[in-house]
């Protein structure tokens, strides 16, 4: 039958690849092998084994009759044994939720989580990243960025207090659900301060905890005094490293694309007579800094001065 995600799939070329894999070069090959449809090289493959074997080896497709049933048969096990497998993994999902609920004593079942994670582009700016786990997988569509705009310097706590306060007054605003669990990387300050900004939204009973860097150790709103050290092989604590560590690639991805940025327009500016406007004219029009340097003078020419076109082509000549 039609198994989900098997666009494309070829019975004959399945079982010509599978008969290969198993029975090449190997010491022992029945004289009789029954498949289920017939493949192109069957009669090669018969005689490739028969030479193997010094003896005839026969490659079947019963249409009918007992040796067909037996082919059903062997059919319906192994499809049995391929749902069980999988179903077996299903409930493991479950059984984590389930662990998950406990060991934070949340209301119910965690459906989505959103993690927090503030970090700093090379003392520049501090940017914050927040990634979703949702239903059991990461949903990268509701992944968000956020450049921190009413902190003066590093300061991490004011940093969280912005960015939970932006995210939740929107959610209250639009009358969105709130999550099931708020996750903070970092430890007790960066949980209060995601406190402090729910508090001040009047947002209450919102199941909030935090995962300290080094510690694996987790703080739950609420419960500080008794803090969760997870065992090493917990699956809870895999879950929670696998959502805090994916908040942390998603702020250097972030961070990467805004330093590439922000160089590329250095390069141009260190040209004389290029200032910061004629930068940005440069970019926007040609895209990238690679794509500048490619210019010839005639294209540079629609953007800039001539004088500027020949500064632009001497500095990159260099």
């Known amino acids: ?68 049933s037996l082919i059903d048969l062997v059919g319906q096990n192994a499809k049995q044994a391929y749902d069980q497998r999988f179903r077996v993994m299903k409930p493991a999902a479950k059984a984590i939720q389930e662990a998950l609920q406990d060991a934070l004593m949340l209301p119910e079942l ?19 990243s927040m990634v979703v786990w949702e239903d059991g997988k990461m949903k990268k569509s509701d992944y968000r960025k956020f450049i921190i705009r009413t902190v003066e310097g590093v300061d991490d706590f004011a940093s969280m207090r912005e960015v939970v306060t932006r995210r939740y007054k929107r959610l209250r605003d639009e009358q969105k659900p709130m999550p099931s669990l708020v996750l903070i990387d970092g430890g007790l300050g960066q949980l209060h301060a995601a406190a402090e900004a729910l508090d001040a939204l009047e947002i209450i009973n919102q199941p ?12 739950v709103y609420g419960q500080e005094k008794d803090p969760i050290a997870l065992d090493h092989h917990s699956p809870v604590l895999h879950l929670i490293q696998l959502i805090r560590d994916e908040a942390h690639r998603f702020a250097v991805r972030f961070h990467r694309k805004r330093r590439q940025m922000r160089d590329r327009s250095t390069e141009l500016l260190e040209i004389p007579g290029v200032g ?16 500048v340097k490619q210019a010839d003078p005639a294209a540079l020419s629609a953007v800039v001065t001539r004088t500027q076109a020949d500064a632009i082509k001497n500095h990159f000549r260099k």
């Open 1 to 68: 039958g039609d198994m989900p995600g098997t666009a494309g799939f070829e019975p004959g070329e399945f079982f010509s690849a599978l008969l290969k894999q198993v029975y090449l070069d190997q010491q022992y090959v029945p004289h009789t092998i029954y498949v289920a449809v017939d493949f192109e090289d069957r009669v090669t493959l018969e005689e490739v084994l028969s030479e193997g074997q010094k003896r005839r080896v026969q490659i079947h497709v019963p249409q009918r009759g007992d040796k067909r």
């Open 110 to 128: 965690p459906k989505r989580i959103e993690c927090f994670d503030i970090s700093h582009i090379q003392g520049a700016e501090t940017v914050a």
């Open 208 to 219: 909030l905890a935090s995962i300290a860097k080094r510690e694996e150790i987790l703080y």
């Open 276 to 291: 910061a406007s004629t930068t940005r004219r440069l970019l926007e029009h040609f895209g990238s800094v690679q794509a």
